[in-house]
Nanobody
Framework: QVRLVESGGGLVQAGGSLRLSCGAS????????MSWFRQAPGKEREFVAA????????FYAPSVSGRFTISKDFANNAVILQMNNLKPDDTAVYYC????????????????WGQGTQVTVSS
């Protein structure tokens, strides 16, 4: 079993930046994608960004495209989410997840999840 642990959340003003990290321990990651999702209070968990774990292709939700960047930290076997120009609507708990198969934009396609890290953007 793979254990995912997120870090880097916090409180930031609108227009600011945060860098989230998700480290993997346990079994070797054997997956097509590592992704970030987020869930705001009262809303469903939504896709944010995905990165092909081997190939390196990246995909973003339209709401974050051009502001967020997903990347791989090869040295630490981690997936990074750099978030710039943050907006109050970005406030949510952010989760990283390991893809098991299926549409990478669907939460049901993931079998391992981190515990989540809170991101709060003030106006």
């Amino acid at each position: 079993q793979v254990r995912l642990v997120e870090s880097g959340g916090g409180l930031v003003q609108a227009g600011g930046s945060l860098r989230l990290s998700c480290g993997a321990s346990g079994r070797t990651l054997n997956t097509y994608y590592m992704s970030w999702f987020r869930q705001a209070p009262g809303k469903e968990r939504e896709f944010v960004a995905a990165r092909g774990w081997v190939g390196g292709s990246t995909f973003y939700a339209p709401s974050v495209s051009g502001r967020f960047t997903i990347s791989k930290d090869f040295a630490n076997n981690a997936v990074i989410l750099q978030m710039n120009n943050l907006k109050p609507d970005d406030t949510a708990v952010y989760y990283c997840a390991k893809h098991r198969g299926g549409a990478f934009g669907s939460a049901s396609s993931y079998d391992e999840w981190g515990q989540g890290t809170q991101v709060t953007v003030s106006s």
